[in-house]
């Protein structure tokens, strides 16, 4: 079964510019969530997505949009870039059967923003 | 605010000896409860899920909770040089989505 893949792996992006990133879960998983890796903050959840709807979302300003299709990939698009915006982007995927259901991660998107 | 305090370490322990890694929650709420390991420069591997109080084990892991003190831990007996790694403590708060609150880690290292 395949894992959870992440794309692209590595990006380095200027101020001001935006970007998007992708994610496909595990087949069979309905549930995608994002989070922001970085050395100060450690992971730091940024939405969820569940059959295409947004059902959480993380204390991260308006720039940080996802979505979902119906496929169940999800992407998620930082705008403007700010340098602090620097960091590793993770997705994770579950098949969500309720609270005790357990996540898997991509490999991560690392973002350099310059 | 909902917080995951974990001990940031780092603990070193030789190997064969067992490492023992704690974690508190503020939510009481929090139903679901795991423990991630990440390689530097890699991305979180989950290793253990618990939900119930008690102890659970997998192999040389064993987690253990206690909804009352709104604590979890990890005991990994027989350390390896390979389990040296930052391990994360993940709450769930249950509810009708998902969202983990991490806890900033524990660089745990095993010395040969």
């Known amino acids: 079964k395949a894992g959870v893949t992440q794309t692209p792996r590595y990006l380095i992006k200027t101020r001001g510019q935006q970007v998007t990133l992708s994610c496909s879960p595990i087949?069979?998983?309905?549930?995608v969530s994002w989070y922001q890796q970085t050395p100060g903050q450690g992971l730091q959840f940024l939405f969820e997505?569940?059959?295409?709807?947004?059902?959480n979302k993380g204390n991260f300003p308006g720039r940080f949009s996802g979505r979902q299709f119906s496929n169940s990939r999800s992407e998620m698009n930082v705008s403007t870039l700010e340098l602090g915006d620097s960091a590793l982007y993770l997705c994770?995927?579950?098949?969500?059967?309720?609270?005790?259901?357990?996540?898997?991660f991509g490999q991560g998107t690392r973002l350099t923003v310059v | 605010q909902k917080e995951v305090e974990q001990n940031s370490g780092p603990l070193s322990v030789p190997e064969g000896a067992i490492a023992s890694l704690n974690c508190t929650y503020s939510?009481?709420?929090?139903?679901?409860f795991f423990w991630y390991r990440q390689y530097s420069g890699k991305s979180p591997e989950l290793i253990m899920s618990?939900?119930?109080?008690g102890d659970k084990e997998d192999g040389r892991f064993t987690a253990q909770l206690n909804k009352a003190s709104q604590y979890v831990s990890l005991l990994i007996r027989d350390s390896q040089p390979s389990d040296s790694a930052t391990y994360l403590c993940?709450?769930?708060?249950?509810?009708?989505?998902?969202?983990?609150?991490f806890g900033k880690g524990t660089l745990l290292t095993v010395n040969p």
């Open positions: 994770a995927s579950s098949s969500w059967t309720g609270p005790n259901t357990e996540a898997f």
């Open positions: 087949s069979g998983h309905r549930s």
């Open positions: 997505y569940f059959s295409e709807t947004q059902r």
């Open positions: 939510d009481r709420g929090s139903q679901s």
């Open positions: 618990i939900y119930s109080n």
């Open positions: 993940a709450v769930n708060g249950g509810g009708s989505n998902y969202k983990l609150t």
